[in-house]
């Protein structure tokens, strides 16, 4: 299966893997996750001490045995949603090199029908109250630390679509801010003041106003969001001490850490959300979704209480970015002002 000037899928089957998941487009954050995972069962693999054939052995070698044993070690460290999403990992590994020919056969297939974890894809996530969501929220000292989370908060966005936002993106109704930034709004907010519009074109490795990006959003549509008065507060705090972004596209939110002036990524935003995470003991080491706040908790948070609030499920799901033209037209074509007035009457306080 050697290609020439390609990682040999015998002498390193985990490299031609991971090499042709770049082929396949998937994300560095994505492909460093099968590494580190994949690694970690080749080391388990070539320790005689530690599997079950007691000595080393490749995983072209490996079988149904072998794989669980490896399934085995995880649980009791880490949560079952987590020993569930890893052996997915090793089976779509197996899955994809039994097709090309590399192995012979999968022998995850049966470990998998054998398992009790499964992937959930809507977990039962920790409770937290608005009152405990406030007091997390006002101990967010930095204002860049203290506006990205509100945003996270007050709009559902994607961690990639909040590191996405130029200051083009953005129309607040206030006179500093619009003397400062507001030279290249959007045509589609320039009249609906105090407004965010979320693209649906990023992408990663797009270059979107003048900047390759490093994150995708998600959305069927772009999307329109209204900026209360809390949020726009929040915002206009952050904007008074932004540093002068390195980037022509003037991403909103930038670093004013070691990559100063630089886009935010979503892997800063994690280590952000992270930290503070832990500190409140919302976050611990191994956890799963359905205990460990992270930026995707606070789109579940929106979520959940708007849609409580509201009853308005159209809305909602239009906020969040997950719908198209087709539920908009059972409204009135003043859709705009329909979604502004419930989310108006609906979104929580946070400060």
């Known amino acids: 299966m050697g290609v020439s000037n390609q990682t040999d899928a015998t002498a390193d089957p985990v490299g031609y893997f991971l090499q042709d998941m770049v082929y396949h487009g998937k994300s560095e954050r994505t492909r460093n996750a099968y590494e580190r995972v994949l690694r970690e069962f080749e080391a388990f693999l070539a320790d005689g001490s530690r599997n079950p054939r ?3 052995i490749t995983p072209a070698d490996a079988g ?10 995880m649980r009791g460290r880490l949560a079952e949603s987590t020993v569930a999403t890893y052996a997915s990992y090793l089976h779509r590994f ?3 090199m039994t097709q090309v020919g590399a192995f012979d056969s999968n022998p995850m297939t049966l470990v998998r029908e054998e398992m009790d974890e499964r992937i959930n894809k809507d977990p039962t996530r920790r409770e937290i109250t608005l009152p ?3 007091e997390f929220v006002q101990g967010l000292g930095h204002p860049l630390e203290q506006a990205v989370v509100v945003t996270l908060l007050k709009t559902g966005m994607r961690v990639g679509e909040l590191c996405n936002v130029d200051c083009r993106d953005i129309h607040i109704e206030d006179e500093w801010v619009k003397s400062t930034y507001d030279s290249s709004i959007r045509v ?5 003041p105090n407004s965010l519009f979320v693209a649906s074109e990023p992408s990663r490795g797009l270059v979107v106003n003048g900047e390759k990006r490093t994150a995708s959003n998600k959305r069927k549509r772009d999307t329109v969001i209204p900026i209360d008065a809390e949020l726009r507060r929040v915002l206009k705090r952050w904007l008074a001490i932004r540093p002068d972004a390195a980037s022509s596209a003037a991403p909103l939110f930038v670093s004013t850490g070691d990559e100063w002036g630089k886009r935010l990524t979503p892997e800063m935003v994690r280590a952000m959300v992270k930290t503070h995470a832990r500190e409140a003991g919302w976050y611990r080491s191994g956890g799963g ?5 992270t ?3 606070f789109r579940h948070f929106f979520t959940t209480h708007l849609r409580d609030a509201t009853g308005e ?16 037209d059972t409204y009135t074509h003043n859709w705009g002002d329909r979604v502004r007035e419930v989310y108006a009457e609906n979104i929580y306080s946070l400060l």
Request: with cysteine; aromatic share 10%; proline share 2%.
């Open 94 to 96: 197996y899955a994809y």
């Open 289 to 293: 979704a359905e205990e460990n706040v």
């Open 64 to 73: 149904q045995r072998d794989c669980m044993a490896w399934v085995h070690t």
């Open 54 to 56: 007691g000595t080393a």
């Open 295 to 297: 930026p995707h908790y």
């Open 313 to 328: 499920r159209g809305v909602v799901k239009y906020l969040r970015g997950d719908v198209a033209e087709d539920i908009i």
């Open 188 to 192: 589609a907010i320039e009249a609906r």
């Open 132 to 134: 405990a969501m406030r």
